[in-house]
């Protein structure tokens, strides 16, 4: 049975409790993607999800991200209730306290990188110059001052990843959440983004990832492995792998 509770501590930026996920499956079945999931998230944390395909790692980040709605289960995030809010309110909560890193991505390919990574602001009504100059601050800081107007053919994966991380920052969210965020990115490149998503923790930004690879994972403060739609076990980090220095640097 969940633990019974009101409201969520003040230290913590996520609480969930018993979510269950089912998705119909014909007239009489149904499948069981999350079967009771607690999970607790401290302001400024880092949570790796693992586990085999299926195991209801991406229902989680999904149910999370209130791109999906839990069949049962209370789940909160900065200290609001988002199991109680309208399906109505929920895109204006997701947009302005959730930050989402696609392993595809997700780019717009007629926008250059800075179109893309103000593409939020505008939506939110921004003026040009304010979107601009944010946009502006954040490719900077992901290494990409001189790239603000190469569309994303022009850009290696690394570069569009990077990009999709300033477009995720670009609305101050309590949380950020990415599904495979190296999945499409060679050694080189995927240790550079985790590089910057674990300096981005550090300056007290809260992260999920979800992850195959272990080398992603243990950038994490903490890792839970997930199967049969449960989670199964939680551990502390893994020592991250030194560089191999004969691999040389790569385009990123």
């Known amino acids: 049975m969940s633990e019974k509770i009101d409201s969520p501590a003040d230290d913590l930026i996520l609480r969930a409790r018993g979510l269950v996920k089912r998705y119909p499956m014909g007239t009489d079945n149904c499948v069981n993607a999350l079967r009771g999931v607690d999970l607790d998230l401290r302001r400024g944390g880092f949570l790796a999800l693992m586990g085999p395909s299926g195991s209801g790692k991406s229902t ?21 209730e988002l199991t109680k809010e309208p399906n109505s309110r929920l895109p204006d909560i997701r947009r302005r306290l959730i930050g989402f890193i696609f392993q595809g991505f997700n780019l717009i390919p007629s926008l250059n990188a800075l179109e893309n990574v103000v593409l939020p602001l505008r939506y ?9 100059r944010r946009g502006t601050e954040l490719l900077e ?81 903490r890792i839970v492995r997930m199967r049969d739609g449960l989670i199964v076990d939680e551990e502390g980090p893994a020592e991250v792998p030194e560089e191999d220095p004969a691999e040389g640097p790569e385009a990123v």
């Open 60 to 80: 989680l980040l999904n149910v999370v991200g209130t791109l999906d709605q839990p069949s049962e289960g209370r789940l909160w995030l900065d200290g609001r």
């Open 141 to 221: 800081m992901v290494g990409l001052g001189d790239r603000f107007h190469h569309l994303p053919t022009e850009l290696s994966g690394g570069e569009q990843q990077r990009v999709a991380i300033a477009r995720a920052l670009v609305m101050k969210p309590a949380l950020i959440l990415a599904d495979e965020p190296t999945g499409e990115l060679d050694s080189t490149s995927s240790r550079l983004i985790m590089e910057l998503l674990s300096g981005l923790n550090q300056q007290g930004q809260s992260l999920i990832l979800v992850t195959h690879d272990p080398t992603t994972a243990a950038y994490a403060e």
């Open 124 to 132: 939110e009504g921004s003026p040009k110059s304010e979107a601009r």
